[in-house]
């Protein structure tokens, strides 16, 4: 069984940053794709970026462009979620997911793992 466990979420005020990780567990695997989704109160589930696991590719959200950074450790299984320059409206779960056949980018039904989820609160 694959499990995905998210850790690194907590309260920060806006402007700061916070770093997330994803450390994936359980029988062999092999990823095509990693990816961040957050949601919010009320609110779908809504993409954040992703990375191709073999050669890197990444993909970002418009709202995040310039100030997230999504990276991988191949040799431990763990992906992350670097966010500086904070804002309130970034407050959200986090979830992590796994894809590991060809699919799309960015709609939650493109990813067939899901971590927990980690709570990010930004406060004003």
């Known amino acids: 069984q694959v499990q995905l466990v998210e850790s690194g979420g907590g309260l920060v005020q806006a402007g700061g940053s916070l770093r997330l990780s994803c450390a994936a567990s359980g029988r062999p695997f092999n990823w095509y794709r990693m990816g961040w989704f957050r949601q919010a109160p009320a609110k779908d589930r809504e993409f954040v970026a992703a990375?191709?696991?073999?050669?890197?590719?990444?993909y970002y959200a418009d709202s995040v462009k310039g100030r997230f950074t999504i990276s991988t450790d191949n040799s431990k299984n763990t992906v992350f979620l670097q966010m500086n320059t904070l804002k309130p409206e970034d407050t959200a779960i986090y979830y992590c997911?796994?894809?590991?056949?060809?699919?799309?980018?960015?709609?939650?039904?493109?990813?067939?793992?899901w971590g927990q989820g980690t709570q990010v609160t930004v406060s004003s």
């Open positions: 990375i191709n696991w073999h050669g890197a590719a990444t």
């Open positions: 997911a796994g894809q590991t056949v060809i699919a799309g980018l960015s709609a939650p039904s493109d990813y067939n793992y």
